[in-house]
């Protein structure tokens, strides 16, 4: 079967300023997982530097046109279950595991333990202060001051790491990590 091509239309999402910002990190065509990957627009940014990629969703509806793409799984699982191994994969599986605009508490240290020596984590999601511009506004959906911070401690190396408000291109408070295991 002939590999199909990735959509690169100027209308497909642009992945993360964050994440292309540090996608130097990982190595070349190490594998990568897209967790809670909705649309897969950071993974699909992956797979066209050679990246295969694994995309992570609840439903993989918004990522079914890449099937029969060459170097992409897709994978559907509920990562919220509180079934005993509902996490699919084994520790150090993958060279950078990225995930945007999702936090499950319970999910990170597997995230974490996912990396791969030398593989790198790229995290960004809403943090307190974003109830004030909109959803989500559930402090458990909210990142606490420093909080990625915490959860890497120890266990990777921070590259960078920051805070902000965002006004634009719709006004947000987020906090984002770049992180590896060395």
Known sequence: M???????TPNAAEPS??????????????RVLDVACG??????????????????????????DLK?????EIMETDLETKTPNAWP???????????????????MPALIDSIAPGGVFLYETFAVGNEA???????????KAGELLEMVRGKLRVVAFGQETRRVPNPSVVQHIAAVRD
């Open 2 to 8: 002939a590999a199909k091509m990735i959509d690169t």
């Open 17 to 30: 300023p964050w994440i292309v910002r540090h996608a130097g990190l990982a190595r070349a065509k190490g």
């Open 39 to 64: 649309g897969g627009r950071n993974g699909r940014f992956f797979l066209q530097r050679s990246h295969p990629t694994v995309f992570l969703d609840i439903d993989g509806a918004k990522v079914r």
């Open 68 to 72: 029969g793409t060459n170097g992409v």
């Open 89 to 107: 994969f084994d520790s150090a599986s993958f060279a950078v595991v990225v995930a945007t605009n999702y936090l499950w508490r319970p999910l």
């Open 133 to 143: 511009f909109g959803r989500p506004k559930n402090p458990e959906f909210l990142l």
